[in-house]
């Protein structure tokens, strides 16, 4: 019995052939007042690439707002998408924040019908959104407002237009007004209305701009990423020979133990992680360095005289503050680049400073105690990674290393100014945000065969992985089963302090069921990785790594 009110308290209706219909044609004035909103938001976004293309891609309206919204987060939301996301954390807030848009943009297509004045407003207010986004990047300056004002003045124009459109095809009463008298009309509820000429007119004029957005949009789109391309450079760029090239690596630092992860990490599998919504592209022509502050002789030198310096290659092992126990931001490689003691002293460094201050081109600032870039280590300024020029998601073309820090006190990609300054004078982005100004590793080790709950057979079975204390060197690993005695594990062969180094421990007699395995190294000054577990924030995780396996 269709049309039949079951609402509680309320007096049966009579059957009322004509209700189907009028549920059909309000959800038609819906579908077509959102369709206004989406056409009219998809009209803002296209315009706001297109100038982009111009203005420079972090300008754009919706990547601003992104990069904004990174920088707002508030520290443990940030730790969540790291930990739940990744790598992928990124696509997962453009994500969100185009189905945002969408959602807003059917709201505001709902407005707009009924009061095309409230709905403009709306696109004014999303273009002031993306104006303000777009000038908190610290790489800002008066062109990056143009694409949110292209962005919000379209999309309002485009709006009352085709409001405009929508009120002549479909008047925009309220839902409930009575649909016309059913009396005269012969056809049956459920049958089609014909198409009236305004409403093919309307259909035609959003289909149209909706079109229309996506070409422009994907111009813009194709324009920005060949204004900005710098592959080809990248492919040009010659690395001089090192210098001082590293002594080859022994074999033996790898126990030849299948499962365990290579002793260097391959640069594709290298972890990322930055604040980089899209990756700056820097030009090498264009790039300089300035070195300034606390100095006596301020610097700027161009990509040219530093590949012009003496090159050095070092191992070392880079991790990250966030990675929590047992986690996968951390990876060895071979870096060459031009020595940044050197280039410090020739700059004259004044007394009293105490910290050292990268910057990027993304706007990122990242401090390092500066006692310890002098104190003999070999931190570097790299222009390669494993033989190849800088991968531009790890820097390209200039990025600090400095063994026995974080990389968020230590590793500034997209490096284009160092400033030497005091901790009392300057706090950088990290430390802003709650983080320990310091950043020294802290020891870590883990167990990477067997995998976690693996099924092992019973007998002798081979536990091994990796364990690191950048720049103070790993001195042993301990093993242990279901929480008994410590076994002492193998190392494998020591290729200095500021590399890890892999383990393995053969398990004697280990029976059927299922058991937990623990890991801890201490550290050459004898430290002993502490059990009690810490989040990475504020300082870096702590805490003994574990993993169950089911022996058969
Ligand atoms: N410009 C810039 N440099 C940066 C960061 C960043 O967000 N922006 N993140 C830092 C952090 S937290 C780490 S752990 C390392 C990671 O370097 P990778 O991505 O090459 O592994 O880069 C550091 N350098
Ligand atoms: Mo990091």
Same mark, same amino acid.
């Given at each position: 019995?269709?049309?039949?009110?079951? +609402?509680?308290?309320?007096?049966?209706?009579?059957?009322?052939?004509?209700?189907?219909?009028?549920?059909?044609?309000?959800?038609?004035?819906?579908?077509?007042?959102?369709?206004?909103?989406?056409?009219? !938001?998809?009209?803002?976004?296209?315009?706001? +690439?297109?100038?982009?293309?111009?203005?420079?891609?972090?300008?754009?309206?919706?990547?601003?707002?992104?990069?904004?919204?990174?920088?707002?987060?508030?520290?443990?939301?940030? +730790?969540y998408a790291v930990r739940t996301f990744g790598t992928n954390d990124k696509p997962v807030l453009l994500g969100g924040i185009y189905l945002t848009l969408t959602a807003l943009a059917v709201l505001a297509g709902l407005i707009a019908v009924r009061r095309p004045r409230a709905g403009a407003a709306m696109f004014a207010v999303f273009g002031g959104v993306g104006a303000w986004a777009a000038m908190s990047r610290s790489t800002s300056g008066p062109a990056y407002l143009l694409p949110s004002l292209a962005a919000g003045l379209g999309g309002a124009a485009v709006l009352v237009l085709l409001a405009g459109r929508y009120r002549r095809a479909l008047p925009a009463g309220p839902p409930s007004a009575p649909a016309p008298a059913p009396a005269a009309d012969p056809a049956p509820a459920d049958a089609p209305e014909p198409v009236r000429p305004d409403r093919r007119q309307f259909l035609v004029a959003t289909g149209g701009t909706v079109a229309v957005a996506a070409a422009v949009g994907w111009a813009g789109r194709s324009l920005s990423q060949s204004r900005n391309d710098i592959s080809a450079a990248r492919r040009a760029v010659r690395i001089p020979p090192p210098a001082r090239p590293a002594t080859a690596l022994p074999a033996a630092v790898h126990p030849g133990i299948p499962g365990l992860s290579p002793f260097v990490t391959p640069n594709a599998d290298f972890y990322r992680v930055d604040t980089a919504l899209t990756l700056p592209k820097i030009d090498?022509?264009?790039?300089?360095?300035?070195?300034?502050?606390?100095?006596?002789?301020?610097?700027?030198?161009?990509?040219?005289?530093?590949?012009?310096?003496p090159l050095e290659e070092l191992d070392h092992t880079m991790s990250c503050v966030s990675n929590e126990v047992g986690g996968p931001y951390v990876g060895t490689t071979r870096w060459l680049g031009a020595a940044l003691p050197a280039l410090l002293r020739s700059a004259g460094v004044r007394a009293g400073a105490d910290q050292l201050v990268g910057r990027s081109q993304d706007g990122m600032s990242i401090g390092t105690p500066l006692e310890s870039v002098l104190d003999g280590r070999r931190a570097l300024l790299a222009v390669a990674m494993n033989g190849e020029t800088l991968p531009v998601a790890h820097g390209f073309p200039c990025r600090t290393v400095v063994p026995g820090f974080?990389?968020?006190?230590?590793?500034?990609?997209?490096?284009?100014?160092?400033?030497?300054?005091?901790? !009392?004078?300057?706090?950088?982005?990290?430390?802003?945000?709650g983080w320990d100004r310091t950043g020294a590793v802290r020891t870590a080790s883990r167990i990477e065969v067997p995998a976690g709950f693996a099924r092992v057979p019973a007998g002798t079975v081979t536990v091994a992985g990796t364990a690191w204390a950048t720049?103070?060197?790993? !001195?042993?690993?301990?093993?242990?089963?279901?929480?008994?005695?410590?076994?002492?594990?193998?190392?494998? !062969?020591?290729?200095?302090?500021?590399?890890?180094?892999?383990?393995?421990?053969?398990?004697?007699?280990?029976?059927?069921?299922?058991?937990?395995l623990q890991v801890r190294a201490t550290d050459t000054t004898g430290a002993v990785q502490p059990e009690a577990r810490a989040a990475p924030f504020p300082s870096g995780s702590t805490g003994w790594h574990s993993t169950v396996v089911t022996v058969v």
């Open positions: 019995m269709v049309g039949v009110s079951s +609402e509680p308290g309320q007096a049966p209706a009579t059957p009322d052939a004509s209700r189907p219909r009028r549920l059909r044609a309000s959800a038609v004035r819906a579908a077509g007042a959102a369709a206004v909103g989406v056409a009219a !938001a998809a009209s803002a976004i296209a315009l706001g +690439e297109l100038v982009s293309a111009f203005t420079g891609p972090a300008g754009a309206p919706a990547l601003a707002v992104g990069s904004a919204a990174i920088d707002l987060t508030p520290t443990p939301l940030k +730790e090498p022509d264009r790039w300089s360095l300035r070195v300034h502050g606390l100095v006596d002789r301020p610097l700027l030198i161009s990509f040219d005289e530093l590949l012009r310096l974080y990389g968020y006190t230590s590793a500034t990609k997209w490096l284009t100014e160092l400033e030497v300054t005091t901790f !009392a004078r300057y706090d950088p982005y990290w430390v802003r945000r720049h103070r060197g790993v !001195a042993a690993v301990e093993v242990r089963v279901d929480d008994g005695p410590w076994a002492e594990a193998t190392l494998a !062969a020591d290729a200095g302090p500021d590399l890890w180094r892999q383990w393995s421990w053969d398990w004697p007699g280990a029976r059927p069921g299922t058991h937990t």
